[in-house]
């Protein structure tokens, strides 16, 4: 009997090799013309935590932070997060 091929790939050794995780607070924002300021007032959030979602610099997403986000924002967690595929990835 042939073995069967397992559907899952391997993690690379790298794990910039799998792709990234982008926020599009910044997109959002300059689309809708919404300042910083007014996000922070209405999501109840400090600047310096949006300031670092809006930049992309974080590690690890915070759920209660994407579900007040969306609901300030009104949009889906879809229209907050983009999943860029390593062979999509700009150096």
Avoid: H
């Avoid at 792709?19 to 007014?38: P, T």
């Avoid at 924002?73 to 229209?79: I, R």
């Amino acid at each position: 009997m042939p073995k069967k091929e397992n559907p899952l790939r391997q993690l690379p050794v790298n794990m910039d090799d799998c792709g990234k995780i982008r926020i599009r607070l910044k997109d959002i924002l300059e689309q809708r013309n919404i300042s910083l300021n007014q996000l922070s007032f209405r999501a109840e959030m400090q600047r310096t935590q949006l300031r670092n979602y809006r930049d992309n610099k974080i590690q690890r997403l915070d759920i209660d932070i994407l579900r007040r986000l969306c609901y300030v924002l009104e949009c889906n967690l879809t229209d907050l997060i983009e999943y860029i595929p390593p062979e999509e990835q700009e150096d």
